[in-house]
């Protein structure tokens, strides 16, 4: 069975607005129109704070190093959106000794240029610029401006449309041109020279400069990857309709085409557009609430686990924050504050710990949220099919923010399970749950547990999770008296046992036809014989499920010979079967019914 990560796509765009749930403390004053915030991951603690006329300063242990870091005010002009615009720090910086900057020289171009340290570990060289890119401007406006290292060691670099107002000249959807894109070049593996990725997606298109890693953007003026996934994360400025976030999975490719100026968010931008072949945003906005996006960072420090996972966001204009997070297959937008604030960028420590910039005066604020847990109904399931709802007795899964802050799985360790595990605990209707693991797997947290056989009966419980003392609010989730769901190893494929020799059916030794079997499963019901919640099943008698449980393998009924708690485990059920005599071949399809149908899984059969 063991532990499954929770994955989400983005389908459908939901947005509540809860209570503002976290609050900025002040770190930094006197930062004119900050315009980024950087850690150089050297391990120093240093924040390296980007002003837009061409100045970087260092803010550490809460203070302001008296000389800049950087001074390039001779070479570029702060008005509009120009100036120094972005900063970055490579992999491995506290060897290399180098870093580098995106700013608009004095006549509006946009300059990628690498700089070098000096003998003093708080001052750069100024005069050790090597210009690598230099990219004409047509407009005053629509710079971008953001620089990032990847998860892949490369240099992402945003670039807006060029300026001026609808992208007159097209450059959103036109491949020969670097404005509108997110470019991915190598910086790195021939320091002070660009080459371009193998694997850039349009490398060996005809037209097309190979420099681009994603295009159809506005104005990216900031995006960020997710320390723990990878997953890139743009907010995008609209026009005068929409503001738009959009998110690349970290299994992407490059290549995503997002839309402007065919489209504006999820909106035509142009009559009768059509969205094919567009990757639409996972959150928008109208300029109802405010005029231009700026984009954030995932959370993943540890000072406020409750907001781990959350992709936070504001606007320059109306100061609101927000934080998007996938919940199932959708995602989900929420209010966190109405800071009053002008956000111009927002900024990530070492730690994980999130800043933000205030440009109305000139200050720099750390985020800080919730100590408690925090989940919602939507990420209570059934611990087999991921099916929202709990089922008396047996295991469910709970995916929550701050519930262990590294990646591990700690399963517990004895039968009856404990009530408590690495200080996560859970209550249904102020009823204990026992706890048969806690996990954080590549960011994603999750609480599998077992649904007490007290609460059957109800129609709905107040689930409630408390970690070191800090309760989360509470959740109402539905109760069911079925919920059929088969476990699986990778996702797609049954836990499926022989009953000959107790091994798992792999590839190399799939199900015959003619033998028995067995599959674990979740959510078939009611059982006679019932053990108390939290203790094993019984081995004599076993645990019969009072419901009518069937299987099919191939369409194919299968005859059962024992449905109900698998002996020893708890929360676990087991169903027993027989492989059909003219089954076909190859990996088949297996369904479990009972009241209703469990989300089809598949088995191998020779």
């Known amino acids: 069975m063991g532990m499954r990560v929770f994955l989400t796509g983005a389908v459908v765009l939901t947005i509540s607005l809860p209570a503002q749930e976290i609050r900025t403390t002040q770190v930094a004053a006197n930062i004119s129109a900050p315009t980024d915030i950087q850690n150089a991951g050297d391990g120093s603690g240093r924040l390296f704070l980007v002003q837009q006329d061409g100045i970087v300063r260092i803010l550490r242990s809460g203070q302001l190093v008296t000389q800049a870091f950087l001074d390039i005010r001779s070479k570029t002009r702060s008005e509009g959106e120009r100036g120094l615009l972005g900063l970055a720090f490579p992999p491995g910086f506290a060897q290399k000794q180098r870093f580098y900057v995106n700013y608009t020289d004095l006549e509006g171009n946009t300059v990628i240029a690498q700089y070098r340290m000096s003998s003093n570990p708080d001052v750069a060289d100024a005069g050790s610029e090597i210009v690598l890119l230099n990219i004409t401007q047509p407009f005053p406006n629509h710079k971008g401006g953001q620089l990032r290292f990847g998860p892949d060691g490369f240099l992402y670099i945003g670039m807006g449309d060029g300026g001026s107002a609808g992208d007159p000249l097209g450059n959103g959807q036109s491949r020969g041109t670097l404005l509108a894109k997110i470019l991915r070049i190598d910086v790195e593996s021939d320091p002070?020279?660009?080459?371009?990725?193998?694997?850039n997606p349009f490398v060996n298109a005809g037209g097309t400069r190979p420099e681009i890693w994603a295009l159809g953007l506005r104005n990216p003026w900031r995006f960020s990857f997710d320390r723990a996934t990878g997953g890139l994360w743009i907010a995008d400025v609209g026009q005068n309709a929409f503001e738009e976030v959009d998110y690349q999975p970290p299994s992407s490719r490059g290549g995503e085409n997002y839309g402007w100026n065919r489209m504006e968010g999820a909106h035509c931008f142009q009559d009768g557009c059509s969205t094919q072949g567009l990757v639409l945003p996972v959150a928008e906005y109208s300029r109802a609430d405010g005029c231009a996006v700026t984009g954030g960072f995932v959370y993943r420090g540890r000072l406020s686990p409750g907001l781990r996972g959350t992709y936070i966001y504001g606007d320059y204009c109306s100061g609101t924050i927000w934080g998007v997070e996938g919940q199932g297959s959708q995602w989900s937008n929420r209010r966190l504050l109405s800071s009053g604030f002008r956000i111009t960028t927002f900024g990530e420590d070492e730690a994980g710990e999130v800043y933000v910039a205030n440009a109305q005066n000139s200050t720099i604020h750390r985020i800080d949220g919730s100590?408690?847990?925090?989940?919602?109904?939507?990420?209570?399931?059934?611990?087999?099919?991921y099916v929202q709802g709990l089922v008396p007795g047996s295991l469910a899964t709970v995916f929550a923010a701050g519930v262990l802050d590294d990646s591990a799985v700690v399963g517990a360790d004895r039968i009856p399970l404990p009530l408590s595990l690495r200080d996560v605990s859970i209550t249904l209707d102020g009823i204990p749950a026992p706890i048969l693991a806690v996990a954080n797997s590549t960011g994603q947290e999750q609480v599998n547990f077992q649904a007490p056989f007290e609460i059957a009966g109800r129609s709905n419980v107040s689930v409630v999770m408390t970690r070191a003392g800090q309760s989360s609010a509470a959740v109402e989730v539905p109760v069911l008296d079925l919920?059929?769901?088969?476990?699986?190893?990778?996702?797609?494929?049954?836990?499926?046992?022989?009953?000959?020799?107790?091994?798992?059916?792999?590839?190399?030794?799939?199900?015959?036809?003619?033998?028995?079997?067995?599959?674990?499963?979740?959510?078939?019901?009611?059982?006679?014989?019932?053990?108390?919640?939290?203790s094993g099943a019984p081995v004599s008698p076993l645990a019969f499920a009072v419901a009518d449980v069937r299987v099919t393998l191939a369409g194919i009924t299968c005859e059962v010979s024992y449905a109900g708690l698998a002996p020893g485990f708890a929360g676990v059920y087991q169903l027993n079967f027989k492989v059909p005599a003219n089954a076909p071949t190859g990996s088949q399809e297996l369904v479990v019914t009972a009241g209703s149908a469990s989300p089809p899984t598949r088995v191998l059969v020779r």
Not at 499 to 511: F, H, I, S
Not at 522 to 533: E, H, M, S, Y
Request: zero cysteines; proline letters at 7%.
């Open 483 to 534: 919920q059929p769901g088969v476990y699986t190893g990778d996702g797609s494929h049954a836990v499926v046992v022989h009953n000959a020799d107790y091994t798992l059916v792999t590839a190399a030794r799939p199900l015959e036809r003619g033998e028995f079997a067995f599959v674990y499963v979740a959510g078939l019901g009611r059982v006679i014989n019932q053990p108390g919640t939290g």
């Open 192 to 199: 002070g020279h660009v080459r371009i990725p193998s694997d």
């Open 371 to 385: 100590r408690a847990p925090r989940f919602s109904a939507a990420g209570v399931v059934n611990a087999a099919s």
